[in-house]
T-cell receptor, first 109, second 113 residues
Framework: AQSVAQPEDQVNVAEGNPLTVKCTYS??????LFWYVQYPNRGLQFLLK??????LVKGSYGFEAEFNKSQTSFHLKKPSALVSDSALYFC???????FGTGTRLQVFP | NAGVTQTPKFQVLKTGQSMTLQCAQD?????MYWYRQDPGMGLRLIYY???????DKGEVPNGYNVSRLNKREFSLRLESAAPSQTSVYFC????????????FGPGTRLTVT
């Protein structure tokens, strides 16, 4: 069965510092992995995805994610956090889309 | 280009009442989905429609029915609402295939008293 785990309910980071939001997965076969962001009272927005190829995937708003097959991880990263990055972040895996429980990112000025 | 639209934005129901949540997309996507979002649970798939004319159950289908009215529209019906169905409901659409990302509507916040 497919599953996704986001081990941290909340991540706090100071503006300008690098950020990492963690995700691990369990799938049989090739994983199709996604990151979405949800701002307050809004629907989810697609950030980036890994399908195949380069393990470092670049996405919207300066975010990137690193696919690590041996550690079954797909962590979301950004070199320099902004206050406006504060939101709820979801990792997900396809076939049918299975979402993690979400990580709230809080960036402090 | 509105993307994915949902109506209504908010709804309060009494236990036992029925209602239909509407969803439409203008991106010519074949696949459409209904999710519910509950605190600490992430998003859970209720039903999906891989293409016009087909619907399938997701992870939490009990208490819900769906209709894929045409390529653009996918509705979710609660026949007899229960307090456990208090949630935020999201509709999404995508191209066919597991490698394609989904596009989400703004959500419907439903409270069942």
């Amino acid at each position: 069965a497919q599953s996704v785990a986001q081990p941290e309910d909340q991540v706090n980071v100071a503006e300008g510092n690098p950020l990492t939001v963690k995700c691990t997965y369990s799938v049989s076969g090739n994983p199709y992995l996604f990151w979405y962001v949800q701002y307050p009272n809004r629907g989810l927005q697609f950030l980036l995805k890994y399908i195949t190829g380069d393990n470092l995937v670049k996405g919207s708003y300066g975010f990137e994610a690193e696919f690590n097959k041996s550690q079954t991880s797909f962590h979301l990263k950004k070199p320099s956090a902004l206050v406006s990055d504060s939101a709820l972040y979801f990792c997900a895996v396809r076939g049918k889309l299975i979402f993690g429980t979400g990580t709230r990112l809080q960036v402090f000025p | 280009n509105a993307g994915v639209t949902q109506t209504p934005k908010f709804q309060v129901l009494k236990t036992g009442q029925s209602m239909t949540l509407q969803c439409a997309q203008d991106m010519n996507h074949n696949s459409m989905y209904w999710y519910r979002q509950d605190p600490g649970m992430g998003l859970r798939l209720i039903y999906y429609s891989a293409s016009e004319g087909t619907t399938d159950k997701g992870e939490v289908p009990n208490g819900y029915n769906v209709s894929r009215l045409n390529k653009r529209e996918f509705s979710l019906r609660l026949e007899s609402a229960a307090p456990s169905q208090t949630s935020v409901y999201f509709c999404a659409s995508s191209a066919v295939g597991s490698s394609y990302e989904q596009y989400f509507g703004p959500g419907t916040r439903l409270t069942v008293t």
